[in-house]
């Protein structure tokens, strides 16, 4: 029998009073004439047309451009929550890129045990080309973002580690820079924590990671796979942002064993490249020989110190969610101590008892493809028909290794904007974190996404789901 | 600079201008229509021609009609140099170039694109064209202001005014050559009334019909007015002119730089061509020979800037 879950509103409690960090915001929100606040949301949308702050939908010939909704009621943590996720992360952070080296030379956690080795050898995102070598600085991750939902007041977990090339700061930024144009008021009111200092952190934080080969200030650029490109918006805007150039992989070939750039004035020379294409376009000669998004010869050049890649490849062996299932022992072998942060339980499809418990409790569970993303492939079961489900169990039999099974959370809501006032809304959370070989970097916040659907649970933005700006309280 | 930038300024700016032109021709052909129904189906057919691509035109419609014309040059998406492809295109390239731009040029062509968009949602009628060509105007005003306004002089800003003048010297040169016989000198001091006409419609795709009257220096004769497009300085869309800007920002790359190209010796040679000619050499080559010969000169030179600048690999 399962227990029908109750939901943890982070605003309004059970006998309907206001949770502290909303306090003022619920006493200036009340103030307010709800017609301004309507004129208000459409300002909103119209700002981010013009702006051009969209993201692409694939398959879709009509409108290709699409706006993710923004709601102007932000979602607020107090400064302690927030100091307990930020260590949590961190510690995460620490342990995931001391794993990947670990992995890619001595192997010690698997002699050791830990995680079966099959895990690790038949992995896709496992990459040999990566044996022995130690990326400048011994950081593989620069970047971060780690998708957390929150169940009751004390309750975080982080639902995915997304160690690849995570997107979302541009709304971020976008986001608060939106809430400070239309609410200056407000930020006079509360004292929030800023966030624009991110792309300045950025920049430095790549910089921080150059190659051995680089000689003076180092040059940065953001490889992006171009205009199509769901999130093209967001690459220009971190290039305009950080005063890097923008380039494709056309733009760039090997010139006397470094990375150079097509510039009006001949070729030139990249000491980082923050690319937001996957490992498996990087480079045709290492990787897929169709690729015509990456550079050729990058890996070698890569392999000698002559530039350093950010995200490393094949970092993306420690965001696989069959992975993500050992992040406590990971944790707990690389730093000594207890996991902060708690993961969802997970249930491994691939091993028999697992796969009986799941294929039994199939409509109660979220199942979900081991290397998917973007909440594609996946199975919400207390959402789906019996036909989805019946459907999904003649794939999950036929591939059991290929999914991890997880409850259904009850994610955290809310508030938003509506008509009728406010509504609850399930949430989750991605803060954004920059790992450099000086430190980690975590910015107070980061992208709330939010199930714009009554009663849903998913927040992707490929699926209906909308932001907000997420407000860190100062002490 | 990345050449690729480069080359997305280049063409993003070929593109807005191109545009603004398409309009102006539009404007033109449609008052020439409007005041001789009887040879309006030929009048139609020299504007498409004019604007390039006619066998496009020609592989999907057999008559020209102002209804089939407008659509073909506002909004069909299978006419590269329709008004809505152009303003796409230009889009496209400044996504492309967007850490090039201000923030106050990005937002206008992003503007132009979205107003265009709605504004050429379904086909403009004729009642409708005179304020859908003013919008289409305005906006391009909007975006160049944007540009003079806020940008940097710098290198991204000489791509972009010579991707501007590269374009419009196409344009001014094909819409002398496709009305070259009526610019011949005849033997009358005063055209007809139908040379009246057709002078007319030249110097309103241009946007000179006004300020020729005002220069009024001279009558107005077909030499005159071949002089005034080709010669003139003063004309913002003569070929002189935009030989002169071309040449002006292709020397400040030079001096940025510090690198002479072989596109500098051919926009030099073009601006001695210009300064070293009159009229009368013309006619005597042959208008319709020279004009030819310019816009291939004028291309070539477009052709060679993106080599020497290195826009693609």
Not at chain 1, 237 to 263: C, K, P, S, W, Y
Not at chain 1, 268 to 273: G, S
Not at chain 1, 281 to 301: A, Q
Not at chain 1, 433 to 447: E, F, H
Request: proline fraction near 5%; charge should be negative; include cysteine.
């Amino acid at each position: 029998m399962t227990k029908e879950p109750t939901t943890y509103d982070e605003m309004i409690q059970p006998d309907g009073s206001v949770t502290s960090p909303y306090r003022t915001y619920d006493a200036w929100f009340k103030s307010q004439d709800p017609a301004r606040l309507e004129s208000k949301s459409e300002e909103a949308e119209a700002f981010f047309r013009r702006t051009g702050i969209t993201f692409n939908v694939y398959g879709e010939a009509e409108a290709q451009e699409r706006l993710i909704p923004f709601d102007l009621v932000p979602r607020i943590l107090s400064h302690r929550e927030w100091s307990r996720l930020s260590k949590g992360i961190e510690q995460r952070v620490r342990a995931i890129n001391a794993f990947i080296w670990d992995i890619y030379n001595r192997q010690e956690i698997l002699r050791a045990g830990r995680i079966p080795k099959d895990l690790v050898a038949h992995n896709e995102a496992f990459l040999p080309q990566m044996i022995g070598f130690t990326p400048p600085g011994n950081v593989y991750t620069h970047i971060v973002g780690t998708d957390i939902v929150r169940t009751g007041e004390g309750d975080f977990f982080v639902l995915e580690d997304n160690a690849r090339t995570p997107s979302g700061v541009s709304y971020m930024l976008e986001n608060r820079e939106t809430m400070l144009q239309m609410f200056p008021e407000l930020f006079a009111q509360i004292r929030v924590q800023p966030v624009s200092d991110y792309p300045k952190n950025l920049r430095r934080s790549l910089s921080a990671s150059a190659p051995q080969a680089c000689v003076g200030k180092p040059r940065v650029a953001v490889l992006t796979p171009g205009i199509h490109n769901s999130a093209y918006f967001e690459h220009s805007f971190l290039a305009d942002q950080m005063g890097a150039e923008l380039v494709e992989g056309h733009d760039l070939r090997v010139v006397d064993g470094r990375i150079a750039m097509r510039t009006t004035q001949g070729y030139r020379v990249v000491d980082v490249l923050y690319r937001r294409i996957d490992d498996d376009f990087l480079d045709p000669l290492s990787f897929n020989p169709e690729s015509m998004l990456g550079v050729p010869g990058i890996m070698d050049v890569y392999r000698a110190g002559g530039i350093t890649i950010a995200n490393a490849p094949g970092a993306g062996i420690a965001d696989d969610k069959a992975i993500y299932s050992y992040m406590p022992e990971i944790v707990e072998f690389y730093t000594g101590e207890k996991a902060i942060l708690k993961n969802v339980e997970t249930h491994r499809c691939a091993e028999p008892d697992a796969l009986k418990y799941v294929l039994d409790n199939l409509a109660d569970l979220v199942v979900k493809e081991v290397h998917g993303s973007g909440g594609y492939g996946m199975l919400v079961g207390p959402a789906a028909s019996k036909k989805e489900i019946a459907d999904f169990r003649k794939k999950l039999e036929a591939k059991p290794a290929n999914y991890i099974a997880q409850p259904t959370l009850s994610l955290s809501t809310v508030p938003i904007f509506v008509d009728q006032g406010l509504a609850p809304r399930h949430v989750d959370l991605r803060p954004f974190v920059l790992v450099s070989p000086q430190g980690v970097n975590i910015t107070p916040g980061g992208l709330t996404r939010v199930a714009l659907t009554e009663g849903s649970l998913v927040v992707n933005s490929s699926q209906g789901g909308g932001t907000k700006d997420t407000w860190v309280l100062e002490d | 600079m990345l050449g690729k930038t480069a080359g997305g300024l280049y063409w993003m700016f070929r593109f807005l201008e191109r545009s603004e032109n398409t309009a102006r021709l539009l404007e033109a052909g449609f008052r020439m229509a409007l005041t001789r129904s009887s040879d309006a189906e030929s009048e139609w057919k020299s504007v498409v021609t004019t604007s390039g691509n006619g066998i496009g035109y020609e592989a999907k419609y057999d008559t020209y009609t102002d209804t089939l014309v407008m659509d073909w040059l506002l909004r069909d998406a299978d006419n590269p140099s329709s008004v809505m492809s152009v303003t796409k295109s230009a889009r496209d390239n400044a996504r492309l170039v967007r850490t090039a731009l201000t923030t106050e040029v990005w937002e206008a062509v992003n503007d132009n694109w979205m107003t265009l968009r709605d504004l050429l949602r379904d086909p403009i009628t004729t009642v409708d064209l005179p304020a859908a060509l003013a919008i289409i105007r305005k906006q391009s005003a909007l975006v160049r202001g944007a540009l003079y306004g806020t940008m940097l002089r710098n290198d991204i800003y000489d791509f972009a005014r010579i991707g501007t003048f590269i374009e419009r010297a196409d344009n001014t040169a094909r819409i002398i050559d496709v009305k070259y016989y009526t610019l011949l000198p005849s033997a009358s001091a005063v055209g007809s009334s139908l040379d009246n006409v057709q002078w007319e419609m030249i110097l309103r795709s241009v946007s000179a019909h006004r300020c020729f009257r005002w220069l009024d220096e001279k009558d107005m004769t077909a030499t005159a007015i071949a002089d005034f497009l080709i010669f003139d300085k003063r004309l913002p869309r003569s070929l002189a002119f935009c030989v002169k800007q071309t040449t002006e920002n292709l020397r400040y790359l030079e001096q940025e730089y510090q690198e002479r190209h072989p596109c500098h010796d051919q926009a030099d040679r073009l601006k001695r061509w210009v300064a070293g000619t009159d009229i009368n050499t013309v006619f005597d080559l042959g208008l319709h020979e020279v004009v030819t010969e310019f816009i291939r000169d004028n291309n070539a030179l477009g052709t060679q800037i993106e080599q020497d600048f290195r826009f693609m690999a």
